[in-house]
């Protein structure tokens, strides 16, 4: 083993994790609404555009696979990316938010990186605020749904079945407190969506209750920001990244909800490894 860094991009943000040792054979999913990213011991992932800067010093270790609806953001991505580690970055346009696409995407990951061994699934939108439900239309919350819901469902369904027997693989949910109440006048449709994404965690939960792989969630109860914009109680992106990453490399829990309200919490998780 060598010592890596990994990079998560959860709800478009960029967290960083400290080097930490990795078997050269895990293979890590991370499923975004725009994106796919597979990590191992040799691959690493960046969203385009922020923190980019730190993608060529993962290129030089790390292969990097990135599947995104819009090539013209894995173009940008491409833009960031020195030539001397350029060959060390595939790209390929796909919709992980259909299930033919998504099929697609499975087997374009499994015939470029072999086994995969962790996932980790953020999906949806990082705000919504389109007035109280009265004014609005049914296509606006089928689009709501399909965001948040829909497209948590059909990724599962294709990719969960890759980990899924395996006591060594992980599954990680990442959601947020939404679901549970109203943020403020005008964001109630975000709130009807989160609310079904927790409940189909929950299906999920004691539908497999005896899958070997560990199905967890990580439910984040408050704001989540860079240094710059950090504010009374927020959660460090940073910090965030490195508790997620380490939850899913020791895998010593499983059918669990870990709740973050602060940033006590993430300290706690990084070094106990729990919430």
Not at 136 to 165: A, C, G, M, N, Y
Request: proline share 6%; charged share 20%; aromatic share 10%.
């Amino acid at each position: 083993d060598r010592l890596w860094s990994l990079g998560l991009v959860i709800k478009n943000l960029w967290y960083y994790t400290p080097p930490r040792r990795l078997s050269t054979n895990q293979v890590h999913v991370i499923l975004l609404r725009r994106a796919v990213a597979k990590l191992s011991s040799r691959i690493a992932f960046s969203k385009s555009g922020y923190e980019s800067r730190n993608l060529p010093i993962f290129l030089e270790s790390f292969k990097v696979a990135v599947i995104s609806r819009d090539n013209s953001r894995l173009e940008k991505l491409r833009g960031f990316v020195s030539p001397s580690v350029r060959d060390n970055l595939t790209t390929l346009v796909g919709n992980v938010g259909s299930e033919e696409g998504a099929e697609v995407v499975k087997h374009a990951l499994l015939k470029s990186v072999g086994k995969v061994t962790d996932i980790v699934s953020s999906l949806g939108f990082s705000w919504w605020q389109g007035g109280p439900p009265h004014t609005q239309t049914l296509k606006e919350l089928h689009w709501v749904i399909e965001t948040l819901l829909f497209s948590t469902f059909v990724s599962w369904k294709v990719f969960f079945p890759l980990v899924r027997d395996d006591p060594n693989c992980t599954y990680t949910f990442i959601t947020g407190g939404a679901g549970e109440k109203l943020l403020m006048p005008g964001t109630g449709f975000l709130t009807v969506g989160a609310a079904s994404t927790l409940a189909f965690c929950q299906v999920l939960r004691e539908e497999y209750p005896e899958v070997p792989c560990k199905l967890n969630q990580v439910k984040i109860n408050t704001g989540v920001a860079p240094p710059e914009r950090m504010a009374p109680g927020y959660l460090n992106h940073l910090d965030l990244g490195e508790a997620v990453a380490t939850l899913v490399e020791r895998k010593n829990t499983t059918h669990t909800v870990f709740p973050v309200n602060s940033p006590a919490d993430l300290k706690k998780v990084i070094l106990e490894g729990n919430l």
